[in-house]
């Protein structure tokens, strides 16, 4: 809805500002014809619809000030604005004129947009009231917290939160009572030695912590809200880590900031203060420019090599029995499996006899191409196509298979923040690590994905890249 009333009143913006310029005479005459102005309308239209998507404009916003939209809609036209006289009307414009048409366009474009955006914000806002587009929402922490916090929740209902169940923990045994709640949400118990009531039922039936990522999963949680004490950090970075690699917004009360630091900012929602936890790593232009980069080289790379990705598929296929591409199931962003593909450097059925395991350095599975595949990285060239197919980026963790992620989570702390983002083909920790070999390599790997992770920029992914071509080039890899 939000993109067909931009499209509406940018079209109007652009009518109007045809009819100012070649009807009504409001600013100084045209140096060209009418058809030159109305043929690139269509384009006009099209351009700025394209720039609010890279910029994320078309993000979810859910309950957030339309004042601050407004203040993101004034930057993003000013961009724009100056794309356009650089490109099209630093030649047709003489300075005199310029003063007048480019401040009249910018208040056309702005003011035609921010009214229909603050018509569909008003919607929004009204539905949210009725109960309509909440998102669901789960409270984890003490006992008295967590009444505390369900309560703040139903006083502000513009915040567009609908609680449907809460994780409470026992501070001692004390008997466990009634949590008590308001009309915004629904009543929940506690199990006495931390557990979570899902209300739907008159039976109740209670949970422990552990079964907070299966909750988010049936639930269809979208917002976790933490209500811990400031001095309460091991149980925080336990709900951290169960929520890794979750596609939900965790919450905290705003005492700990303290503690969370860098890896939080501060968000009031409708006079609700709150605290979001690992919000996104990148703007929205780099996640935007991101994702081009990676389109680009792999169309690039992918097209140009073409004849030597078919030699390689056959060389592969000669030299050792079994298909030319392996594929393989492995674990990507917010936890979603897909399938990988590779050049296969290993006989077929390598783990036939031993299941999965690690490769090692002078591995006696690879074959004798598959070895120098694997020095020289070219064995991971058909993953582009899982680039091409929004699977993976050129830069990220690298993914790994089901299997060992279950292990891994289990045996290393926030092991599952590396699905936050996008899985790659390269990345901080292969520049700097080897491949794995034991659990020891693992933990050093996560120690460089979680720094990429939370330090992700077009200006490292580009380092990274570089990196990459000069370890291919020299035949470093292992």
Sequence with gaps: ??????????????????????????LPPPTYDMVTVVLPMAFFTSFWLVLFAFFGLYRERHAESRLDELISLTKVVTVGLFILFFIIFVDTLNPESARSVLPFYWVLVLGCTAVGRLAVRSVQKALILRGYGVHKALIVGWSDQVGRLHDDIARYPAAGLNVVGAIRMERSTDS????????????????????????????????????LPRLIDELEIQDVLIALGSADHEPLMEVLRLCDGKPVSLKLVPDFYTLIGGMARTEHIYGLPLIEVLPEPMPAWEQSTKRLLDLV????????????????????????????????????????????????????????????VWAQENDPRYTPLGRWLRKSRLDEVPQLWNVLKGEMSLVGPRPERPYFVEQLAREIPLYSRRHRVKPGITGWA????????????????????LFYIENMSLRMDIKILFRTIRTALTAQGQ
Excluded at 181 to 206: E, I, N, Q, R
């Design 1 to 26: 809805m939000l993109l067909l009333v931009d499209a509406a009143m940018l079209a109007g913006a652009n009518g109007l500002f045809w009819l100012a310029r070649f009807k009504w005479s409001w």
């Design 176 to 211: 466990p009572t009634p949590l008590p709640h308001g009309d915004g949400g629904p009543p929940s118990y506690p199990s006495g030695d931390g557990g979570l009531a899902v209300p739907t039922k008159p039976a109740t039936t209670l949970y422990r912590l552990e079964a």
């Design 297 to 356: 080289v792999a169309s690039a790379v992918l097209l140009v090599g073409l004849p030597i990705w078919v030699l390689l598929g056959s060389l592969v296929r000669l030299t050792s029995p079994g298909p030319a591409i392996y594929r393989q199931i492995r674990v990507g962003q917010h936890g979603r499996a897909f399938t990988m593909l590779k050049f296969r450097t290993m006989g077929a059925n390598a783990e036939k006899e031993t299941g999965p």
């Design 430 to 449: 292969q520049v700097k690590w080897k491949y794995d070999e034991s659990l020891e390599d693992v933990r050093q790997k996560v120690k460089y994905d």
